[in-house]
């Protein structure tokens, strides 16, 4: 009965300190920012400030999101299936510290970025002529390679990159009754 009781508490505790701890984790990565298509969620890392600072600047800023060429939008489903495949694996690269110096697009994301760049310029890729009448069978990318990122695609080439400031982890008042006021 004793050791019954001590292993109901026990459970209890470790069942309240995983959520908890669970909680933490999900405010402080912004999770709910994943869930939109705010260009803003892509920055909640470092790693994808050169990126987020060349898209800025470029033509499909004023068109395009980040969730426009790299996110499929065949389906609801494969939209929200390629999303969490994607942030699982963006979560576990930056939590192990495993990302690369230079960003570059994986063989999975290289095809949903050609299809978008098909469905978006679909009106333009069919008046295109190929010599000999030819298929397209080269990826845009092959030709327009800085669309729209340039050639820039790490932190060290872009120090001072003027993008929005990154959110405190820990809220206002956590920070005040820690002592670390602004």
Known sequence: MFFRRILSWGSISLLGFTAGLGSVV?????????????????????????????????????VAT????????????SKWWYKAKSGYRHSLVFTLRREPQVIQAKKDSREVIQKNCLRCHSNVVSEAITPLHADFE?????????VPHGRVHSLAATPNAAVP?????????????????K
């Open 66 to 77: 980040c969730n426009d060429c790299h996110i499929p939008h065949d389906s609801a489903f």
């Open 138 to 146: 080269r990826p845009c990318i092959d030709c327009h390679r800085e």
């Open 165 to 181: 400031p990154l959110s405190p982890v820990l809220p206002e008042w956590l920070m005040k009754t820690g002592g670390t006021e």
């Open 26 to 62: 999900f405010y402080i990565s912004e999770a709910t920012s994943y869930l939109s298509d705010n260009p803003d969620a892509c920055i909640n890392c470092h790693v994808m400030i050169p990126e987020y600072a060349s898209w800025l600047h470029s033509s499909h800023f004023r």
